[in-house]
């Protein structure tokens, strides 16, 4: 399947995600120090809001998009921020991204690859760009909650697993909700997971007499 023409959404304004406040999730992590100020990547940024949000708060920020569009009104909006933050078109699986990072955030972009391989990808190049002790920190459209015919897609802790196991030690999982300030959007997971410098050991068997 062909994948999204994300500019095409930002031409038309088709944007539910653009909230244009930073991301709950995020705020409470550095409010409450689980992520330290250093050098943060945000993965799909759109128009900025959370990756100037992170500037303000001592991080020196790369904010990246596949769609112009998206980078060119983050950059529009980043004269108006006083903090170190910097926006580039690119894609992040595909496209050079010069680590290490102590922060990688993505709100809605790890989720919004179909294919288990693509996501499985995605997560090693988290963590290729994670920084010793990093944490990558990603919201993740849920499986929970009643039947709907659109808003994110949805994955299960297993899908998520699968692709973040083998590169990634996955250090919390939470039920939570899209926007965690309404309720009423889709149920999400936000997960936050460290880069592995071990690799995953086999799940045991044991024989049965």
């Known amino acids: 399947m062909s994948r999204p023409d994300w500019n095409e959404r930002y031409a038309s304004g088709d944007l539910p995600w653009d909230t244009g406040r930073p991301d709950v999730h995020l705020v409470g992590l ?23 949000w992170l500037a303000t708060r001592g991080f020196d920020v790369l ?6 569009l998206a980078i060119e009104r ?12 910097e926006f580039r078109v ?3 699986v595909t496209d050079p991204v010069e680590g290490p990072f102590d922060l990688v955030f993505d709100r809605g972009c ?14 090693l190049r988290v963590r290729d760009v994670l920084a010793p002790g990093g944490r990558w920190v990603s ?16 994955r299960s802790l297993r899908d998520i697993a699968d692709a973040v196991e083998p590169s990634l030690e996955i250090l919390e999982v939470r039920s939570t909700h899209m926007d965690a300030m309404t309720p009423t959007t889709p149920a999400a997971w936000l997960i936050v997971a460290a880069r592995r410098d071990v690799p995953a050991q086999p799940s045991t068997m044991r024989d049965r007499d």
Do not use: M, W, Y
């Open 30 to 52: 550095v409010d409450d120090g689980g992520v330290t100020p250093g050098r943060a990547l945000e993965v799909g940024c759109g128009t900025g809001t959370n990756a100037l």
């Open 63 to 68: 904010g990246i998009d596949v769609a112009p």
């Open 74 to 85: 983050a950059t529009s909006k980043s004269g108006r921020i006083r903090g170190q933050c």
């Open 90 to 92: 690119l894609d992040f």
């Open 110 to 123: 790890f989720h919004s690859f179909d294919h288990a391989a693509d996501r499985s990808r995605f997560a």
């Open 139 to 154: 919201i993740v459209g849920s499986t929970e909650g009643p039947e709907r015919d659109h808003g994110p897609p949805r």
